[in-house]
């Protein structure tokens, strides 16, 4: 389950929450070499 960030602030309004199947579904394909890395902004 994945949701906004809220950077912990409590007083903000709860946000939407996504959950995500796993393992990976097909329709999405696995992450590949030459991806870039999503930890790097």
Do not use: E, H, N, S
Not at 13 to 40: C, E, M, N, S, Y
């Amino acid at each position: 389950m994945v949701k906004v960030d809220d950077f912990g602030d409590m007083t903000r309004p709860a946000t939407a929450q996504f959950v995500l199947a796993w393992p990976i579904p097909a329709r999405l394909r696995p992450p590949q070499d030459g991806d870039p890395d999503p930890r790097v902004l």
